[in-house]
């Protein structure tokens, strides 16, 4: 059984910046691909990032291109998003996931987090 815990998130201000973490429990975290996803209030959950199972490959939201990196450290069975120059639109719950596929779809992950809320202010 995996299971998938996020931390780090938190109240910024505009053009702040904030790391995000997923500790995974359970087998095979090296095999499997992670991903973000999250959900602003009010909204359907949407794709953030992606990342490969060795980390040579990522995937990316248009909307947060240039300003996210998603990365993974398997010693470790972590992966992070990194977040800068965040914007008010980026408010949501974020969510850690992992699954077989590299996809932008939320129904291509079979394990999920609990989430963690990330508020940036104007």
């Known amino acids: 059984q995996v299971q998938l815990v996020e931390s780090g998130g938190d109240w910024v201000q505009a053009g702040g910046s904030l790391r995000l973490s997923c500790a995974v429990s359970?087998?095979?975290?090296?095999?499997?691909?992670m991903g973000w996803f999250r959900q602003p209030p009010g909204k359907e959950r949407e794709f953030v990032a992606a990342?490969?199972?060795?980390?040579?490959?990522?995937l990316y939201h248009d909307s947060v291109k240039g300003r996210f990196t998603i990365s993974r450290d398997n010693a470790k069975n972590t992966v992070y998003l990194q977040m800068s120059s965040l914007k008010p639109e980026d408010t949501a719950v974020y969510y850690c996931?992992?699954?077989?596929?590299?996809?932008?779809?939320?129904?291509?992950?079979?394990?999920w987090g609990k989430g963690t809320l990330v508020t940036v202010s104007s």
């Open positions: 990342v490969s199972t060795s980390g040579a490959s990522t």
């Open positions: 359970g087998p095979s975290f090296s095999r499997n691909v």
């Open positions: 996931a992992a699954g077989r596929f590299m996809s932008s779809q939320a129904r291509s992950m079979d394990y």
